[in-house]
């Protein structure tokens, strides 16, 4: 099935730092999320965008929903190792009911 | 409960078995979804569910898989002939009336050997 394609794949950061990823996609979204995963564990939501060009915060996390509705970005500051686990974006395309469809993911570690 | 929860957590089967996976869903949530998640992958939506009835069944592979949720709270996955491109973390999710904030469940690791 389709699924979005996030960038950068990986990153090792040093505790402290900030980072930034984002998420494409070739369709157009009305509705963008953010989930954090860790291992053996479901998803689970950091952020929601609901409209084009909106900027959402949750703590130490900043999201964007792009302007064109086809990207969103996340951005986490001066990042702790907790932040260590694989971070999702999820889309929801117009008439497509609650169906989400999840980006390819981006696996965060942090070193100290 | 407090959260979805998801038996068994691990399940191996021999190609060919049948398989079951339930799920069961924070209590009063209407919405109920059932995604796979291959390694190394994001999850991929198989069913949804708003109370008994699916709404969208369109991400199921093939007639192999079905799912039911016959009373509006608790629903099975259920896999026939199952094969080795198969095996994948089954997760379940429930939210309030199809509400994006999903809360998933910890999902079941489906080993076909």
């Known amino acids: 099935g389709q699924q979005l394609n996030q960038s950068p794949q990986s990153m090792f950061i040093q505790e402290g730092e900030d980072v930034s990823m984002n998420c494409t996609s070739s369709?157009?979204?009305?509705?963008w999320l953010w989930y954090k995963q860790d291992p053996g564990e479901g998803p689970v939501l950091l952020i929601a965008?609901?409209?084009?060009?909106e900027l959402t915060s949750n703590g130490r996390l900043t999201a964007q929903f792009g302007i064109t509705r086809k990207d969103s970005f996340l951005n986490i500051s001066a990042s702790i190792p907790s932040d260590v686990g694989i971070y999702f974006c999820a889309g929801r395309v117009y008439g497509t009911a609650s169906k989400l469809t999840f980006g390819t993911g981006t696996r965060l570690q942090v070193t100290l | 409960g407090a959260g979805v929860s998801q038996t068994p957590s691990n399940k191996v089967t021999e190609k060919g078995k049948y398989v079951e996976l339930r799920c069961d869903p924070i209590s009063g949530h209407t919405a109920l979804y059932w995604y796979r998640q291959s390694l190394g992958q994001g999850p991929e939506f198989l069913i949804y569910f708003q109370g008994t009835g699916a709404a969208d069944d369109s991400g199921l592979p093939n007639d192999r898989f079905f799912a039911v949720r016959p009373e509006g709270s608790v629903s099975t996955l259920k896999i026939q002939r199952t094969e080795r491109g198969d095996s994948a973390v089954y997760l379940c999710?429930?939210?309030?009336?199809?509400?994006?904030?999903?809360?998933f469940g910890s999902g079941t690791r489906l080993t076909v050997v």
């Open positions: 369709s157009i979204f009305n509705t």
């Open positions: 999710a429930s939210s309030l009336w199809g509400n994006y904030g999903y809360t």
């Open positions: 965008l609901y409209k084009a060009g």
